[in-house]
């Protein structure tokens, strides 16, 4: 059974330190996104990629987050310096266009708490 | 641009009874339309979805949406629900042009009652 995994699963840091979410799309897919989930903003686009290149960040901090995929099997999400306000569940969610069109499959998140 | 409307925040109902949970939406553009649904914890998971052909679509867990273009709505619905269904449920748009930007509603969450 195919899944996205996300690491780590639970992060809390201290303002200030850089965080760095990891994420391992389904084999095949192309596609990846970043989600934020807040109770304030519901589930917000940060970025996503397709075929390893950046297609859309524009809903990403620019001064602290940055979004990087280094392989096919790696996404990875950083926010150098956090802050409280980066508290939130964050989502990793890979699909194809090929076969099931349009559907992401979503990862567990990263639920992050910034002191 | 695209937008998503879910009208109701939450959806309170009593177990084995019908439940209608509406969203409407935007575009331009011709859409693909879907339904997520969250449980605690968890990340989201496709319900159903809307490409093309029979505007009436069945999904998973006995969840079934109906497509309306001229009302621009996609209504999710379950003829009986069960206390497992109390979640939070997505109702999501993306150009049907092949890409994959997807714009997600605010959410409604069930809370099924015994």
């Known amino acids: 059974d195919a899944r996205v995994t996300q690491t780590p699963r639970h992060k809390v840091t201290e303002m200030g330190q850089e965080v760095t979410m990891r994420c391992q799309p389904i084999?095949?897919?192309?596609?990846v996104f970043w989600y934020r989930q807040t109770m304030m903003q519901g589930l917000e686009l940060l970025a996503y990629f397709r075929n390893r290149a950046p297609l859309d960040d524009s809903g990403m901090p620019k001064d602290r987050f940055s979004a990087e995929m280094p392989d096919a099997t790696l996404a990875t999400l950083k926010i150098q310096p956090s802050e409280p306000r980066d508290s939130a569940v964050y989502f990793c969610?890979?699909?194809?266009?090929?076969?099931?069109?349009?559907?992401?499959?979503f990862g567990p998140g990263t639920r992050l708490l910034v002191l | 641009a695209q937008s998503v409307t879910q009208l109701d925040s939450q959806v309170p109902v009593f177990e084995e009874a019908p439940v209608e949970l509406r969203c409407n939406y935007s575009?331009?553009?011709?859409?693909?339309l879907f339904w997520y649904v969250q449980y605690p914890n968890q990340g989201l998971q496709l319900l159903l979805k809307?490409?093309?052909?029979?505007?009436l679509v069945k999904g998973i867990n006995g969840f079934e949406a109906e497509f309306n273009k001229s009302q621009t709505s996609f209504h999710l619905r379950k003829p009986s629900v069960h206390i497992s269904d109390t979640a939070e449920y997505f109702c999501a748009v993306s150009e049907g042009t092949g890409g994959f930007k997807t714009i997600f509603g605010a959410g409604t969450r069930l809370f099924v009652k015994a």
């Open positions: 084999l095949g897919h192309n596609t």
């Open positions: 575009s331009s553009v011709s859409v693909y």
């Open positions: 809307y490409l093309s052909g029979s505007t």
């Open positions: 969610a890979s699909g194809s266009l090929a076969g099931s069109v349009g559907t992401q499959y």
